[in-house]
C-alpha cells in the first residue's frame, strides 16, 4: 500500500536526507533521520511500501558502516514488505553480509 499525505511527505524529506547523510559517509546521522522517519509509518509497517525503502536505505547505512550483523537486519525487515519481496539490491546485499561475516553456506542467496 502507498501512504500519502503530510505523514508520507515527512517521511519522505527524512528518507532523503539519510540518503544524503549516507553519500557524505555521515552513517550515524543517516541511521537518526532513517529511524525518525521509520517510527511515523503506521503499523503494520510491512504493509506499506515506503517502508521496504527505509528499511533498505537503514541497512545500506549499516552496511558502509561495516556493521554487517546490522545491516542484515535491516535487509531481512525490508524483505518482509510486500513491495521488496523479490528486491535483487537486497539479494545482493544480504550475499555480502552473509560473505562478509564468513556465512559461505548462505552468502549465495
Known amino acids: 500500500m502507498f501512504l500519502d499525505g503530510p505523514v508520507y511527505r515527512w517521511v519522505l524529506k527524512l528518507y ?11 552513517y550515524d546521522l543517516a541511521i537518526d533521520r532513517l529511524t525518525e522517519g521509520l517510527k511515523l509509518i503506521p503499523e503494520p509497517i510491512y504493509d506499506w511500501r515506503l517502508s521496504a525503502v527505509v528499511l533498505t536505505a537503514m541497512g545500506d547505512a549499516y552496511y558502509h558502516k561495516k556493521e554487517y550483523g546490522s545491516a542484515m537486519y535491516y535487509f531481512c525487515e525490508a524483505r518482509k514488505c510486500i513491495e521488496a519481496i523479490d528486491d535483487l539490491f537486497l539479494t545482493i546485499r544480504l550475499g555480502q553480509c552473509d560473505f562478509e561475516l564468513g556465512h559461505m553456506g548462505t552468502a549465495e542467496y
Do not use: A, L, Y
Open 16 to 26: 532523503h536526507e539519510g540518503q544524503d547523510n549516507i553519500e557524505n559517509q555521515q
